[in-house]
């Protein structure tokens, strides 16, 4: 069964950090591509990040370049996401996903196969 729970989640002050943690099981991460998506309350899903398996390449969104980081570690089938500079408009849940299936289509959530449950960040003074 394939799972994905993430962790890490909190209330940080703007201008901290955090890192976030997606646990994945039921597969590995082998050619296959790994996203962080959030919502904001009241507002519509948005594309955070994608790390690839099988290129060399990471996207992120324009509203995290610079301050966020992706990554992935093999050996403990585990997805991250480090988050430094925060502000107030990165108030979200944060969801890990399985995908997109298709190359650089991020923001087509069809194309996600597999969602963790979500974890709470808030930036707040």
């Known amino acids: 069964e394939v799972q994905l729970l993430e962790s890490g989640g909190g209330l940080v002050q703007p201008g901290g950090s955090l890192r976030l943690s997606c646990a994945l099981s039921?597969?590995?991460?082998?050619?296959?591509?790994m996203s962080w998506v959030r919502q904001a309350p009241g507002k519509g899903r948005e594309w955070v990040s994608t790390i690839y398996s099988y290129i060399t390449e990471i996207a992120y969104a324009d509203s995290v370049k610079g301050r966020f980081t992706i990554s992935v570690d093999n050996a403990k089938n585990t997805l991250y996401l480090q988050m430094n500079s925060l502000k107030s408009e990165d108030t979200a849940v944060y969801y890990c996903?399985?995908?997109?299936?298709?190359?650089?289509?991020?923001?087509?959530?069809?194309?996600?196969?597999?969602w963790g449950q979500g974890t709470q960040v808030t930036v707040s003074s």
């Open positions: 039921g597969f590995t991460f082998s050619n296959t591509a």
């Open positions: 996903a399985k995908g997109p299936k298709v190359y650089g289509r991020y923001v087509d959530y069809s194309l996600y196969d597999y």
